[in-house]
């Protein structure tokens, strides 16, 4: 489970401080797949990269599997980091001179996994993902759906508890969208990842359980009746 507890983040923009996260408390339970959703600018990156660990708050404790990270050293933080998260962003980040299956492989190899291991794990999930033809492939001639899927599979290989998407579906059209986003939602399934989804999409945030509404610095717990008027399927 996650448990986040007067979180709060102020950054300072030219000696001006910018209080973004004023006071967040929300629950997140193990194989939860929840939106976290809200209009430009209201701080829904802020809140994944401290979630995820990648930015910490300036106030307030974040409980992941009942251990408070932030009281961790810099070493422990980023071993929890490797070892148990996942991350998908709207860009994809991957390495446009190297195939497919060297993308997905390197998170493996970094841990310390064989060769061997590493591409057979690499390539049990780009098989899940949908990518069988694709291993040797490099990213820079693959569409923009299928670069989001091997996105998805670096992410995913090492099979982490919990998988932090930000607006991964944002650069795509919609048809590729959804398909990204079934994805999400079968893996969430075949292994129990929790998932946590920052999105403009009306109809994903819809999908899910509940969604997160993050609204002057504050959240809110928001059913999918609940979603419209709260500045989600806005652009931006
Ligand atoms: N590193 C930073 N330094 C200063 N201000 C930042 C930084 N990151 C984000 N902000 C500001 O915090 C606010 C929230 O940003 P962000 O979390 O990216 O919002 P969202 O993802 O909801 O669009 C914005 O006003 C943004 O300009
Ligand atoms: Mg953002």
């Not at 923009?13 to 629950?27: I, S, T």
């Not at 929890?80 to 446009?96: A, K, M």
Request: proline letters at 3%; charged letters at 25%; aromatic letters at 8%.
């Amino acid at each position: 489970m996650i448990a986040v507890k007067g979180l709060r983040k102020t950054y300072s923009n030219n000696g001006l401080a910018v209080e973004v996260l004023k006071d967040l408390n929300c629950k997140v339970y193990p194989g939860e797949i929840i939106g976290v959703v809200g209009a430009s600018g209201v701080g829904k990156t802020t809140f994944l990269h401290i979630l995820g660990t990648l930015d910490r708050p300036t106030a307030g404790s974040v409980m992941h599997f009942g251990e408070n990270v932030f009281s961790w050293s810099d070493a422990g933080i980023s071993r929890f980091r490797n070892d148990e998260l996942g991350f998908v962003f709207q860009f994809h980040y991957l390495l446009s001179e190297f195939t497919a299956l060297e993308n997905v492989m390197m998170p493996c190899l970094m841990a310390g996994e064989s060769w061997a291991r590493s591409s057979e794990m690499a390539e049990e999930i780009l098989v899940d993902l949908g990518l069988q033809e694709r291993f040797m492939h490099r990213i820079g001639r693959l569409s923009g759906g299928e670069q989001q899927r091997v996105a998805l599979a670096r992410a995913m290989v090492r099979k982490p508890r919990l998988l932090l998407a930000d607006e991964p579906t944002g650069n795509l059209d919609e048809r590729t969208g959804n398909r990204v986003a079934d994805l999400i939602f079968e893996l969430n399934r075949r292994y129990g990842t929790t998932v946590i989804i920052v999105t403009h999409n009306l109809d994903l945030a819809g999908r899910m359980g509940r969604s997160i509404g993050l609204k002057d610095g504050r959240t809110f717990d928001l059913e999918p009746s609940q979603l419209k008027g709260f500045g989600v399927g806005q652009d931006g």
